[in-house]
Structures are given as structure tokens and as C-alpha cells.
């Protein structure tokens, strides 16, 4: 009776279909979609449970994403950004982990390049402090950074560099936080890129020396804007590789969460490029800006 109640009830059939349709278009719709021509890592994805849903009590989740084939549990972020980030197989829909109860963003991962270009100005001008205030702030208002601590989120730092203080970690060193995520073997064109933190976030670029050298350079021939600062270095980014110089989403989120929980009343990430208010790396610090 009842599969022939079915069978004869047109209607009931396309009210069926209808609320089908709509409960599959509100699960795509917490699926986040990048252009074309911009870079994500196969099978890797960004998962954010809703606001009254804490990360560190969401055993139930890992055990729903983990129930997917082939995927597991990264990361977890708990302070910056409430969710995880999950690979999984190439061929994952991003709808099975938009099922999980609580889920409310699925981003796919995606590599950010730092671009930038070498400067002929001379660094070590003193008309470049004088034009934008910074030697007005240091000697009329005593302001050089002392007390206040930078976080710089890079790709790491030649901390052994004169003007940068010759140290890492040790008594009167200006650097005194910070470590490496990524290592010297990550290559952004493998399907598995290698991750293997060196104990120090050396810079085996330029970029994260090059900002830490404005941030906090002591001289005698570069002087930084607030030069008694206390500095943390965290290396999210990779050597280069054929002329670029990568990290993605779930490596960068590690570095900002790694920079909050320090303390820092100040986090330097400079990316570069374009970016979207809804992306996670814009969600992380705009809850961090708000805190």
C-alpha cells in the first residue's frame, strides 16, 4: 500500500524533490569556490564548525570527518579560527564534510607565492625616517618599540644578520618567539608535499629578513621603526621552488595561531597579492582584530 500510495502521488513525489534539491543547495552553499586560475591543493580543505561549537571539544566531528575514506584530521586551530584542517583523497566531494552537523564553511586549501621586488633605494638613508615621521615618533615622543611585541608570520629570518641582533633566543635577544612550520623540503608542485620543521625558522629566502629589517632593525646601518621591540619569527613559507615561494592556507593558519597565542600586540603578515574577506586566512584575522 504504501510503495503504491507512492508510486500513484505525483505530488508527493515533486515536494520530495523539492526539499531534496533544497537541502543540497544549502550544503553547497557553505562550500567556498575559488576562480579558475587560482591555486588550491587537491584533496585538502579547511573546515569551520560553527561559533557555539568549540574545536577542542569536538571529538564527535574528527570522528564524522575521519568517517569519510581517505580523510583525516591535519590540524586543529582553536584559538584564532574554530576548525580543522582535513586532507583527504583527490577525488573528495567537499559535500560529505559540509554534512557533518555544525559545519559552517568548507574551504578548499589554497597556495598563496610571496611577490615582491628588490628595492634600489638605500636603506640606509636618513631622509627615509624623516619623510614618514618615524624619527619625530623616536626622539620628540621616546617611541622605538620597547614594550611592544611583533609577531611576523614570513618566511623566516637570518637572525645570525648584525643588524638584526646576531641571536635567537638568548638573554637580550630581540628575538625570543617564533618557529618553523614548513622546512627546507616543501615543494608546492607535489601531490604530498614534504613538511619537516627546521629547529629554527632560518629564511632561506629573503622575504620575512627583508620585513623584519623595517620592523626592527638595530643598526648601525639600518635602523627599523621600532627597533626596541620584541620580535617572534614564524616560517610558514618554503624555499624556492622554479622561481616561487609557497605556503597554503593550513600552514599560514598555524603560524598567525602560533603568533595570537604569544602574545604578540602586533602580527606582521605580509602576503602580497589579493585576498577575499570571506577566505580563512581574512575569517582568522578578523576575529583576531576584534579580540
Known amino acids: ?33 575559488y576562480p579558475a586560475n587560482v591555486r588550491t591543493k587537491p584533496g585538502s580543505f579547511i573546515v569551520e564548525f560553527d561559533e557555539n561549537i568549540h574545536a577542542a571539544n569536538a571529538n564527535a566531528f574528527i570522528s564524522g570527518i575521519e568517517a569519510i575514506p581517505d580523510a583525516t584530521v591535519s590540524n586543529q586551530f582553536t ?41 634600489e633605494i638605500n636603506s640606509t638613508s636618513p631622509f627615509l625616517h624623516r619623510m614618514t615621521g ?8 621616546k617611541l622605538d618599540g620597547t614594550g611592544i ?29 617564533g618557529a618553523d612550520f614548513i622546512g627546507d623540503k616543501y615543494d608546492y608542485t607535489s601531490d604530498n608535499p614534504i613538511i619537516e ?8 629566502d629573503g622575504h620575512g629578513t627583508h620585513v623584519s629589517g623595517i620592523i626592527g632593525a638595530r643598526g648601525p646601518a639600518v635602523h627599523g621603526v621600532a627597533p626596541g621591540a620584541t620580535l617572534g619569527m614564524y616560517r610558514v ?12 592556507d593550513d600552514i599560514l593558519l598555524q603560524g598567525i595561531e602560533a603568533a ?7 602580527i606582521s603578515l605580509s602576503l602580497g597579492g589579493g ?16 579580540k
Open 134 to 141: 618615524v624619527e619625530r615618533a623616536m626622539k620628540e615622543l
Open 260 to 266: 595570537y597565542n604569544d602574545g604578540h600586540d602586533i
Open 275 to 290: 585576498g577575499w574577506p570571506e577566505d580563512p586566512l581574512s575569517v582568522a584575522c578578523t576575529k583576531i582584530a576584534s
Open 79 to 119: 584559538s584564532i579560527f574554530n576548525g580543522f584542517a582535513v586532507s583527504t583523497s583527490s577525488d573528495t566531494n567537499p559535500l560529505q564534510l559540509a554534512k557533518i552537523r555544525g559545519v559552517k564553511r568548507v574551504w578548499p586549501v589554497r597556495f598563496h607565492d610571496l611577490s615582491y621586488n628588490v628595492s
Open 197 to 204: 620543521p627546521n629547529p629554527t625558522p632560518m629564511d632561506c
Open 1 to 33: 500500500m504504501i510503495k503504491w500510495w507512492l508510486a500513484a502521488s505525483p505530488a508527493y513525489l515533486a515536494v520530495f524533490h523539492a526539499f531534496a534539491h533544497a537541502q543540497t543547495a544549502a550544503l553547497e552553499d557553505k562550500i567556498v569556490t
Open 237 to 248: 613559507f618554503s624555499c624556492p621552488v622554479d622561481g616561487s615561494v609557497s605556503a597554503s
Open 149 to 177: 611585541k611583533i609577531g611576523i608570520v614570513d618566511s623566516g629570518v637570518d637572525y645570525n644578520h648584525p643588524e638584526l641582533g646576531a641571536c635567537w633566543k638568548t638573554p637580550g635577544c630581540p628575538w625570543q618567539y
